[in-house]
T-cell receptor
C-alpha cells in the first residue's frame, strides 16, 4: 500500500536549471496538491488540482508550473530554478469530503538550488 | 489568503509535563485539523474537529475547536519523548470544486527524559 509516492527524494540544481518533481497516488483520490515547507513558515500551497484535467494556483505559484497527467499523477515543474526555491516539497492527495478532508502526504523532495 | 498562526513556535519540556499549543486565525473554517510530522516524513493526520466548541480526545491529547470555528488548541498531558515532533494545524475551506487546507506555521515540540 504505497499511498503517495514522490520522486526524487533529494535534488541539487544550479541556478537556471529546470526539473520536474513527480508525484503519484494509488488511493483513487480526486484532489492533489503541491506544498513547499520552509523553516518557520509551515506548509504553503503552490498549486492544486481538484480533479483530472483541472489545476489552480495556490498561495505561492510564481516560478512553478504543474500538470495533472491523469487521476494518479500530478507533476511540479521548475522552469528556471532560483535559490529562493530551495525548500522541501510535499505532494498530497485527498478526497473532497467537506468537514472531513484528510490529506495524505508523500515523503517529500528536498531541493537545493545553488 | 487564510492565515493560521501557531504558538509557541518551539517548546522544549521534560517528560511528564503538560503543554498547550494554540492555533489562531481571523478566518472561519469548515474544519480544523491537526497533523504531526516526523523528521524526513510528510505530515500525518491526528484529528479533525468540525463543530464550534467541539472537544476530541486521543489518549493523552485533547483537541478543542473554538466556538466561532476560528481557533483551536492542542493539549498534551504528561508528555513523553515519543510526542516529540512538529505539530501543524490546518484549516479546511471549500472553493466550490475542491477542499483546500491552509497550514499553520507549526510548533516544534521536544520532550526530554
Amino acid at each position: 500500500n504505497a499511498g503517495v509516492t514522490q520522486t526524487p527524494k533529494f535534488q541539487v540544481l544550479k541556478t537556471g536549471q529546470s526539473m520536474t518533481l513527480q508525484c503519484a497516488q494509488d488511493m483513487n483520490h480526486n484532489s492533489m496538491y503541491w506544498y513547499r515547507q520552509d523553516p518557520g513558515m509551515g506548509l504553503r500551497l503552490i498549486y492544486y488540482s481538484a480533479s483530472e484535467g483541472t489545476t489552480d494556483k495556490g498561495e505561492v505559484p510564481n516560478g512553478y508550473n504543474v500538470s495533472r497527467l491523469n487521476k494518479r499523477e500530478f507533476s511540479l515543474r521548475l522552469e528556471s530554478a532560483a535559490p529562493s526555491q530551495t525548500s522541501v516539497y510535499f505532494c498530497a492527495s485527498s478526497d473532497r469530503v467537506l468537514g472531513n478532508t484528510e490529506a495524505f502526504f508523500g515523503q517529500g523532495t528536498r531541493l537545493t538550488v545553488v | 489568503t487564510q492565515l493560521l498562526e501557531q504558538s509557541p513556535q518551539f517548546l522544549s519540556i521534560q517528560e511528564g509535563e503538560n503543554l498547550t499549543v494554540y492555533c489562531n486565525s481571523s478566518s472561519v473554517f469548515s474544519s480544523l485539523q491537526w497533523y504531526r510530522q516526523e523528521p524526513g516524513e510528510g505530515p500525518v493526520l491526528l484529528v479533525t474537529v468540525v463543530t464550534g466548541g467541539e472537544v476530541k480526545k486521543l489518549k493523552r491529547l485533547t483537541f478543542q475547536f473554538g466556538d466561532a470555528r476560528k481557533d483551536s488548541s492542542l493539549h498534551i498531558t504528561a508528555a513523553q519523548p515519543g510526542d516529540t515532533g512538529l505539530y501543524l494545524c490546518a484549516g479546511e475551506w471549500d472553493t466550490g470544486t475542491a477542499s483546500k487546507l491552509t497550514f499553520g506555521t507549526g510548533t516544534r515540540l521536544q520532550v526530554t527524559l
